[in-house]
């Protein structure tokens, strides 16, 4: 007899409501929950493949050591009997300062990872923390830092009450949402134009989010703060501003204005791609819009002036009136409570940010970590603090970060090396070491994170479904043992003791009046899923989670300003030294001459970075060949399906095979992220679909430098016909 279980989609940031028909212990089918009040019954392929993710027999199921230069399973308390030894040779000849850790996206969609990696780090001691934030998001999170004072405090499209909305460098139609926690964008578009609302896509690629916009522009790799610069320049010119609603509120309104002085339509125009007359036909409609927004996302942030792009997107709705308002842009009430639901202090400091520095190029620590650009580096030069162990979870830096070869070089040069993964892959295989991650269908989840992004306030709680095999550890009982053997308390592995200390450093951080009732019944991730539920700003008690298999509306986005303000004036500040000492860069930035060609990436709707591209979702037709206009290809005499050499300051890629289409434009090609060139077989192996690493190319030298954040957008490359055709 099946049964349906409703659940949370782990995968990607929508967080779409799941119905799961289970018999026996197998998945039968999986779709849309039409009963989940946020996502309405939208399921992507991803979470139809969630099924095949949990009977993938190349899934790991027992810890591994690597001996003799192979891997070969053993128990747990062998696993962290080795972390032990390796640890203690590492730190005797080479101290705290050598040990780091990365962490990989799937962290932050995990309650065991997230939950308990904090503890993790901080019993590591050490400043050698990266992570794929610095791949991705960094700019726009810092920027709201600055802006409004909290990294969670990001301005978000209030899609579903807007009329206007003008996207740069976002494929939610693909991505579903990123820094946005939307699901079903397509449905809420239609919506959008079904009341007379216009979408306008500014995109390099008409992607398949700009296929269905109103209206949709080529904009040149890297060039968005120009483009957005002459917007606020000619909202500025047109007096189009709207700022009653912020009297008292905004701080540096007047710089802003003298800093876009220079950045006339007609002056960016050439630079951007775009005609002038259409920036100042856009500057008058945003202007104009009675309930407008502007949304930045991937490629606004993946490019040389990523935070300058992301804190123009703010400045932009905040002129026109649009920020905190409905159909604007508007900040979530997360139900777990977050550092901006808390009750403003007397003696609030603002974000703080230069305490730190990476120890060879000096770039910023921000976030409690360096950009991930370094991570090559800092393991490959000699030194006090060279880094000779890394801890890796749940990520696979030598496919997704840039130079990409150098770090598996660098990974394999390391003293000792620490995964915790489901799969082996391009970067598990350095390892001395593997834990193996659980199905997600055998914990519980809740999506802490990212009810700070939701377009709609909203909470859903899921159990397991299937009870993880008794062999086999949950992902926050390794960290706990790691926590200990980090701690120097030796390799037995106290995991009620440990479990114990998580739990009241959260206690710590989400203070709350009467203790949980399942402070004493429950363990794991669900008793701090219970205390910050009952300690956030709806008090949520967990039987009341539970009782709801598809998740508790909490409602449409409500204003929030001045309370969620953390920044140490109260105000908004909207000219922040750290990026006011950035235009310069960018004014020099009109001087240049453009490359030839310059690389972007692209988004499919199978992909989920590198962690996903193989199995059921790598099916079907080719996605990894290189995107290039006509009119090049015409000038190059390449016909489709032609080879193409690709080159950069960094790397090189031998072979890819060319797609000519008018997607993209001229001047640009583009390679799908998170491919490996490098096919591994064996057992326990994922990636064995091959495809062209665009991250070979991708040049750690090229980075946004207020965060740190790695430029993948706009790389210049060399293209050079290979010959033949596929």
Same mark, same amino acid.
């Given at each position: 007899?099946?049964?349906?279980?409703?659940?949370?989609?782990?995968?990607?940031?929508?967080?779409?409501?799941?119905?799961?028909?289970?018999?026996?212990?197998?998945?039968?089918?999986?779709?849309?929950?039409?009963?989940?009040?946020?996502?309405?019954?939208? *399921?992507?392929?991803?979470?139809?493949?969630?099924?095949?993710?949990?009977?993938?027999?190349?899934?790991?199921?027992?810890?591994?050591?690597?001996?003799?230069?192979?891997?070969?399973?053993?128990?747990?308390?062998?696993?962290?009997?080795?972390?032990?030894?390796?640890?203690?040779?590492?730190?005797?000849?080479?101290?705290?300062?050598?040990?780091?850790?990365?962490?990989?996206?799937?962290?932050?969609?995990?309650?065991?990872?997230? /939950?308990?990696?904090?503890?993790?780090?901080?019993?590591?001691?050490?400043?050698?923390?990266?992570?794929?934030?610095? !791949?991705?998001?960094?700019?726009?999170?810092?920027?709201?830092?600055?802006? $409004?004072?909290?990294?969670?405090?990001?301005?978000?499209?209030?899609?579903?009450?807007?009329?206007?909305?003008?996207?740069?460098?976002? %494929?939610?139609?693909?991505? %579903?949402?990123?820094?946005?926690? =939307?699901?079903?964008?397509?449905?809420?578009?239609?919506?959008?134009?079904?009341?007379?609302?216009?979408?306008?896509?500014?995109?390099?690629?008409?992607?398949?989010?700009?296929?269905?916009?109103?209206?949709?522009?080529?904009?040149?790799?890297?060039?968005?703060?120009?483009?957005?610069?002459?917007? @606020?320049?000619?909202?500025?010119?047109?007096?189009?501003?709207?700022?009653?609603?912020?009297?008292?509120? /905004?701080?540096?309104?007047?710089?802003?204005?003298?800093?876009?002085?220079?950045?006339?339509?007609?002056? =960016?125009?050439?630079?951007?791609?775009?005609?002038?007359?259409?920036?100042?036909?856009?500057?008058?409609?945003?202007?104009?819009?009675?309930?407008? &927004? !502007?949304?930045?996302?991937?490629?606004?942030?993946?490019?040389?002036?990523?935070?300058?792009?992301?804190?123009?997107?703010?400045?932009?709705?905040?002129?026109?009136?649009?920020?905190?308002?409905?159909?604007?842009?508007?900040?979530?009430?997360?139900?777990?409570?977050?550092?901006?639901?808390?009750?403003?202090?007397?003696?609030?400091?603002?974000?703080?940010?230069?305490?730190?520095?990476?120890? &060879?190029?000096?770039?910023?620590?921000?976030?409690?970590?360096?950009?991930?650009?370094?991570?090559?580096?800092?393991?490959?030069?000699?030194?006090?603090?060279?880094?000779? /162990?890394?801890?890796?979870?749940?990520?696979?830096?030598?496919?997704?970060?840039?130079?990409?070869?150098?770090?598996?070089?660098?990974?394999?040069?390391?003293? $000792?090396?620490?995964?915790?993964?489901?799969?082996?892959?391009?970067?598990?295989?350095?390892?001395?070491?593997?834990?193996?991650?659980?199905?997600?269908?055998?914990?519980?989840?809740?999506?802490?994170?990212?009810?700070?992004?939701? @377009?709609? %306030?909203?909470?859903?709680?899921?159990?397991?479904?299937?009870?993880?095999?008794?062999?086999?550890?949950?992902?926050?009982?390794?960290?706990?043992?790691?926590?200990?053997?980090?701690?120097?308390?030796?390799?037995?592995?106290?995991?009620?003791?440990?479990?114990?200390?998580?739990?009241?450093?959260?206690?710590?951080?989400?203070?709350?009046?009467?203790?949980?009732?399942?402070?004493?019944?429950?363990?794991?991730?669900?008793?701090?899923?219970?205390?910050?539920?009952?300690?956030?700003?709806?008090?949520?008690?967990?039987?009341?989670?539970?009782?709801?298999?598809?998740?508790?509306?909490?409602?449409?986005?409500?204003?929030?300003?001045?309370?969620?303000?953390?920044?140490?004036?109260?105000?908004?500040?909207?000219?922040?030294?750290?990026?006011?000492?950035?235009?310069?860069?960018?004014?020099?930035?009109?001087?240049?001459?453009?490359?030839?060609? *310059?690389?972007?990436?692209?988004?499919?709707?199978?992909?989920?970075?590198?962690?996903?591209?193989?199995?059921?979702?790598?099916?079907?037709?080719?996605?990894?060949?290189?995107?290039?206009?006509?009119?090049?290809?015409?000038?190059?005499?390449?016909?489709?399906?032609?080879? !193409?050499?690709?080159?950069?300051? =960094?790397?090189?890629?031998?072979?890819?095979?060319?797609?000519?289409?008018?997607?993209?434009?001229?001047?640009?090609?583009?390679?799908?992220?998170?491919?490996?060139?490098?096919?591994?077989?064996?057992?326990?192996?994922?990636?064995?679909?091959?495809?062209?690493? !665009?991250?070979?190319?991708?040049?750690?030298?090229?980075?946004?430098?207020?965060?740190?954040?790695?430029?993948?957008?706009?790389?210049? =490359?060399?293209?050079?016909?290979?010959?033949?055709?596929?």
């Amino acid at each position: 007899m099946s049964h349906l279980h409703y659940r949370t989609c782990p995968l990607c940031e929508a967080t779409c409501g799941l119905s799961i028909e289970v018999e026996g212990e197998n998945v039968k089918n999986i779709l849309g929950d039409k009963d989940n009040p946020f996502s309405r019954g939208y *399921v992507c392929p991803k979470g139809r493949a969630l099924g095949a993710l949990h009977a993938d027999p190349d899934r790991l199921r027992t810890p591994l050591v690597k001996r003799d230069g192979r891997f070969v399973p053993v128990s747990y308390s062998e696993a962290f009997a080795h972390v032990d030894q390796g640890l203690r040779r590492v730190l005797e000849e080479h101290g705290r300062s050598s040990i780091g850790a990365y962490l990989g996206n799937p962290t932050v969609h995990n309650p065991s990872l997230y /939950l308990y990696t904090p503890s993790f780090l901080r019993a590591m001691k050490s400043s050698h923390i990266y992570s794929a934030s610095s !791949v991705d998001q960094l700019p726009k999170q810092y920027v709201s830092a600055l802006m $409004f004072g909290t990294t969670s405090s990001i301005a978000l499209p209030d899609i579903d009450r807007t009329d206007y909305l003008l996207m740069l460098g976002a %494929n939610p139609f693909e991505s %579903n949402g990123s820094l946005w926690t =939307v699901p079903d964008l397509p449905r809420r578009v239609r919506d959008l134009q079904t009341r007379g609302g216009r979408l306008v896509v500014i995109d390099p690629r008409r992607t398949r989010t700009a296929k269905h916009a109103d209206e949709h522009h080529f904009i040149r790799p890297g060039s968005d703060a120009l483009f957005l610069f002459a917007l @606020t320049r000619t909202i500025f010119e047109n007096e189009g501003t709207r700022l009653e609603r912020y009297e008292g509120l /905004l701080s540096g309104l007047e710089r802003v204005r003298e800093l876009a002085e220079p950045f006339t339509p007609e002056v =960016v125009s050439g630079h951007c791609g775009i005609a002038a007359e259409d920036i100042r036909r856009l500057a008058r409609e945003l202007s104009a819009a009675e309930r407008g &927004v !502007v949304y930045g996302r991937m490629g606004t942030c993946t490019q040389a002036f990523g935070s300058l792009s992301s804190w123009l997107v703010d400045v932009l709705n905040i002129l026109t009136g649009n920020l905190d308002r409905e159909g604007g842009a508007m900040f979530a009430l997360p139900a777990g409570g977050s550092s901006n639901t808390r009750e403003r202090r007397p003696n609030e400091r603002g974000y703080r940010i230069g305490r730190k520095t990476s120890r &060879v190029r000096g770039l910023p620590q921000i976030m409690g970590e360096f950009p991930a650009s370094c991570l090559a580096e800092e393991m490959e030069t000699p030194g006090a603090g060279q880094l000779r /162990l890394l801890f890796t979870i749940a990520g696979n830096p030598a496919v997704s970060v840039p130079g990409s070869d150098r770090i598996s070089r660098a990974l394999a040069g390391l003293d $000792f090396m620490v995964s915790i993964d489901m799969f082996v892959n391009q970067t598990t295989r350095h390892a001395d070491v593997i834990f193996p991650a659980i199905s997600p269908l055998e914990d519980s989840h809740f999506d802490y994170i990212f009810q700070n992004f939701m @377009t709609r %306030n909203f909470v859903q709680y899921s159990p397991a479904i299937f009870e993880k095999p008794t062999t086999q550890l949950y992902e926050w009982q390794v960290l706990l043992g790691l926590t200990q053997v980090l701690g120097g308390r030796g390799p037995d592995i106290d995991f009620e003791g440990e479990d114990e200390r998580v739990y009241q450093a959260w206690l710590q951080a989400h203070p709350i009046d009467v203790e949980t009732p399942e402070a004493r019944t429950l363990r794991g991730p669900d008793r701090i899923i219970a205390h910050v539920s009952a300690a956030g700003p709806y008090g949520l008690d967990f039987e009341t989670l539970r009782a709801k298999p598809h998740g508790i509306d909490l409602g449409a986005l409500k204003p929030r300003l001045p309370a969620m303000l953390k920044t140490a004036s109260g105000q908004i500040e909207m000219a922040p030294p750290a990026l006011l000492n950035d235009v310069p860069r960018l004014r020099s930035a009109l001087e240049g001459a453009p490359s030839e060609f *310059v690389l972007i990436g692209r988004r499919h709707m199978k992909s989920n970075n590198s962690w996903m591209n193989s199995g059921r979702l790598a099916d079907g037709a080719d996605r990894t060949a290189l995107f290039m206009n006509a009119a090049d290809a015409d000038r190059l005499g390449l016909e489709d399906g032609g080879l !193409v050499r690709l080159s950069s300051a =960094v790397g090189s890629i031998g072979e890819a095979r060319v797609a000519i289409s008018d997607e993209i434009m001229p001047g640009v090609v583009s390679l799908p992220h998170g491919w490996s060139s490098d096919t591994m077989t064996g057992p326990g192996v994922q990636d064995r679909t091959p495809g062209p690493n !665009v991250n070979v190319l991708s040049d750690p030298d090229l980075y946004d430098v207020p965060s740190g954040n790695a430029a993948f957008s706009g790389v210049p =490359v060399q293209v050079l016909v290979a010959g033949g055709v596929l």
